[in-house]
């Protein structure tokens, strides 16, 4: 609701999502001399706009496929291609929101969320965007506070504003809820659906909760074990808001636990 | 249940807080003022009650003195009430008052009425004050001496050594070549280098400089370099994704996050360029507190000695106390997350 009379005064107009291209990527870590082999030839073709959960077992790799969209690392084969533009380094049209908010502890709220503006040297001119964002995850009043002073939650949503400001074009979610309570997970997510709807940016989140997964987005890729290979593609066509008790969604899910081997427990 | 006995033991309370007399708590906010006015006046009758054993000026004036703060110390904390943050903070101290007025009285007892302790040796607080009052042109030439040479030693070894620290732990090139000459240079006491120093340099002065910002330089370089490469990688990932460039991540994300580190540096620093400034003075420069100590010694002036050694040392806690309030408004962030 916060969200909502926020974005009345946005000026700025909605960026539009860039496709995403993941082709043959495979990825090896080396770890004292053993190589390690996480990504098993993955191909993956996402829409501009699209929502695409990553779901797989804890540890399969889905987090390093981030990284590589990211820029962070670069893939060991294959190529990653963002609107046909190949992906060789980081750049603010894909931004991460991790697992930690990694809020730098000696900027206050106001400061990191500005991160990315000072950084690219547009900060002066565009110190609205900054009030903007921070309207939009509802913390205006908290923009003197420094981090140690949020609840988990709020970090998380300063850490989410702080990649909202760049208005990217791809916005990469590493498990982004996974540490939060039940109860600011759930608002949280209806959030994130929200400012997708409205923004518009191509969105890619890592989770390991199928219910999540299924609640967010329009299709699910299941992966398989390490190294992590394309297991299903699967797309959920409901309308939005989704209804947690949804029996179609209950069906998908089923499937989904099914393919990461947990069918004896449903 | 506990509301009922919530209200019991306040009903009967009530009586019994009214029932102190208030002189119970006028003695609790002031007793501790009396007391140490009571101290004061004990000192100002030592110095006024015998005569000195030797032969000192300041005996009388410092007496005065004494009743004065004794009556400061009386209406000060008495009247605390009326006097504003200036009344609070003396009541805070007031049990410190007391210490020093008792210590001081068995001090003028000890010298120079009984000479309990050894005459020349252990001077009398008034022949302290004498040193202050008639050699005063001097002590102050010998402070604003050591001053200038601490300051610009210190400035220099710890711009060197953050500078040096930032880049052993930003680039693998520069560590490579100075992390050994700093394994092998650095644990070296700087009062080692004091013969080679003063007469590889053109003066002593910029020997004595080179040789504080040498003391300083290595735990600054140390902690800065430690807490250059203690910096999350996480951060550097949050930036690099906002598009920040090589320079950013250094000046930006290292360098905040490592100055806590830096600032152990910083003070483990000026307390060894403390000690070798003072052994510099002692030796080779012919100004300074370290020099004004030698030469009462040479004349067997232990007045100017201890004399010296309080200014010493108000100075040294003084540089202390400035350090950490620059710390605490740089590191402000701190507050709420470690103990300070």
């Known amino acids: 609701m916060v969200a909502a009379t926020a974005l009345a005064e946005i ?33 993956l073709s996402v829409e501009p706009g699209e929502f695409v959960a990553l779901l797989g ?81 509802g913390l205006s009043d908290f923009c003197t506070a420094y981090p140690h002073q949020l609840s988990g939650g709020m970090a998380q949503r300063v850490a989410l504003a702080r990649a909202l400001v760049n208005d990217p074009k791809i916005l990469i979610l590493d498990e982004p ?71 179609y969604l209950a069906d998908l899910r089923r499937q989904i636990l099914g393919l990461l081997g947990l069918d004896a427990t449903w | 249940m506990s509301t009922y006995s919530l209200s019991d033991g306040l009903a009967s309370g009530a009586p019994r807080l009214s029932r102190t007399p208030v002189l119970a708590s006028w003695l609790r906010e002031s007793g501790v003022g009396v007391l140490a006015s009571i101290a004061w006046m004990a000192f100002g009758l030592s110095c006024l009650w015998w005569e000195d054993l030797g032969d000192w000026s300041r005996t009388h004036s410092l007496g005065i003195a004494a ?21 609070k903070a003396l009541r805070q101290r007031a049990p410190w008052l007391v210490a020093l007025g008792a210590f001081l009285t068995l001090w003028e007892v000890a010298t120079a009425k009984f000479a309990w302790l050894p005459l020349p040796f252990f001077p009398p607080p008034q022949s302290i004050i004498e040193v202050y009052t008639d050699d005063l042109p001097k002590l102050l030439d010998s402070v604003f001496a050591s001053v200038k040479l601490q300051l610009g030693g210190y400035l220099i070894g710890a711009t060197v050594g953050f500078l040096t620290g930032v880049s052993i732990g930003w680039s693998r090139a520069v560590g490579y070549w100075v992390h050994p000459v700093l394994r092998f240079i650095g644990p070296l006491p700087a009062t080692a280098w004091l013969p080679i120093a003063f007469f590889t340099f053109p003066s002593s002065w910029s020997a004595s400089t080179f040789l504080i910002a040498l003391a300083t330089g290595f735990p600054v370089t140390v902690l800065t370099w430690s807490g250059v490469a ?3 990688n996480a951060y550097y990932d949050v930036a690099r994704t906002l598009g ?29 360029s403390f000690a070798v400034l003072v052994v510099a003075e002692m030796i080779g420069v012919k100004a300074g507190l370290g020099w004004y100590l030698q030469w009462a010694q040479g004349w067997a002036a232990y007045a100017n000695m201890y004399a010296a050694l309080i200014v010493m040392s108000l100075l040294c806690s003084g540089a202390i106390t400035l350090l950490f309030s620059i710390r605490d408004r740089l590191l402000v962030w701190q507050k709420g997350t470690v103990k300070w």
């Open chain 1, 11 to 43: 000026t700025t107009p909605p960026a539009a999502g860039a496709a995403l291209d993941i082709e043959q990527v495979s990825h090896a870590f080396d770890i004292d001399g053993v190589e390690l082999p996480v990504l098993s030839d993955v191909s």
């Open chain 2, 67 to 87: 009743f004065i703060v004794a009556a400061i110390a009386l209406f000060g904390t008495v009247g605390a009430d009326y006097l504003g943050s200036a009344g």
């Open chain 2, 244 to 272: 920040a460039k090589p320079s950013f991540l250094v000046l930006k994300v290292a360098i905040p996050a490592a100055l806590p580190h830096v600032f152990v540096g910083l003070f483990m620093g000026l307390g060894s």
């Open chain 1, 57 to 137: 077992p804890s540890g399969c790799g889905k987090s390093t496929l981030l990284r590589l969209v990211a820029g962070l690392d670069k893939p060991g084969a294959g190529s990653l291609r963002e609107d046909e533009v190949r992906i060789r380094r980081p750049h603010p049209s894909r931004v991460v929101v991790f697992q930690d908010p990694t809020l730098f502890p000696w900027r206050t709220v106001w400061d990191n969320v500005a991160l990315g503006l000072e950084a690219q040297g547009i900060l002066k001119s565009q110190r609205h965007r900054v009030d903007d964002a921070l309207d939009l995850v």
């Open chain 1, 177 to 247: 809820l996974g540490k939060l309570d039940s109860l600011t997970r759930i608002t949280m997510q209806a959030e994130l659906v929200s400012l997708w709807q409205r923004k518009g940016f191509t969105t890619l989140l890592v989770t390991h909760d199928a219910e999540e997964a299924l609640v967010l987005a329009n299709r699910v890729i299941v992966f398989s074990d390490r190294p992590a290979r394309v297991k299903a593609d699967i797309r959920v066509d409901r309308p939005y808001p989704r209804h947690r008790g949804d029996p």
């Open chain 2, 230 to 232: 203690s910096v999350s």
